[in-house]
């Protein structure tokens, strides 16, 4: 079945610092998603990409649907304490069934 | 975005009891609801699909007659989990699937904490 692996697992950078995390799946997506989890917390939608090479920003946050449907990235500058907290991307394939397949997270801290 | 709001959001049961576990989309209606749950330190795991009208879908290795759902209308899905042991104690999130115009995107609850002693 689909799978996706994201990556870094985890992060410890200074305040100020640009962060980077990506995703790649073993097959073609047609919509990604990056959400934000943080502790005792639901997910929240931070970006939606629906088409190929998309890039699109919400603040500091950018992220980028990959020309090949198979990996997304998420990049955040200029990083603040409040962005501390469990980053997922998930990934919708070609059913129709909504289904989201998601990565294993990447896990950010931020040092004041 | 779109407000997804679950209730409760924390619930201690004995061994043996009933929980349900309410998600409702506030404001845009959702024919499709998704049910996850999440142990710590670990991702999102889907159990069901829930289907407004018609039954839901259980991914494989999910005891249908053990987590009962419910999609009675276009905002409301439930989630039963029946005769509760200590190994279903987890953190249970839903979402709801928001097909608007062009865009196909999930919105997600706050979760609930089940805790069964």
């Known amino acids: 079945g689909q799978q996706l692996n994201q990556s870094p697992q985890s992060m410890f950078i200074q305040e100020g610092e640009d962060v980077s995390m990506n995703c790649t799946s073993s097959?073609?997506?047609?919509?990604w998603l990056w959400y934000k989890q943080d502790p005792g917390e639901g997910p929240v939608l931070l970006i939606a990409l629906y088409k190929a090479g998309e890039l699109t920003s919400n603040g500091r946050l950018t992220a980028q649907f990959g020309i090949t449907r198979k990996d997304s990235f998420l990049n955040i500058s200029a990083s603040i304490p409040s962005d501390v907290g469990i980053y997922f991307c998930a990934g919708q394939g070609s059913s129709n069934t909504g289904k989201l397949i998601f990565g294993q997270g990447t896990t950010l801290q931020v040092k004041p | 975005g779109a407000v997804v709001s679950q209730h409760p959001s924390r619930v201690i049961c004995k061994s043996g009891t009933s929980v349900k576990i309410e998600c409702r989309s506030l404001?845009?209606?959702?024919?499709?609801m998704f049910w996850y749950r999440q142990f710590p330190k670990q991702s999102l795991m889907l159990m069901a699909t829930s289907n407004e009208g018609s039954k839901a879908t259980y991914e494989q290795g999910v005891e249908k007659d053990k987590f009962l759902i419910n999609h009675a209308s276009l905002t409301l899905s439930t989630l039963t989990v029946t005769s509760a042991h200590p190994e279903d104690s987890s953190f249970y999130i839903c979402?709801?699937?928001?097909?608007?115009?062009?865009?196909?995107?999930?919105?997600f609850g706050p979760g609930t904490r089940l805790t069964v002693l």
């Open positions: 404001d845009f209606q959702a024919t499709t």
């Open positions: 979402s709801a699937r928001d097909t608007l115009g062009y865009t196909d995107t999930q919105y």
């Open positions: 097959s073609i997506f047609n919509t």
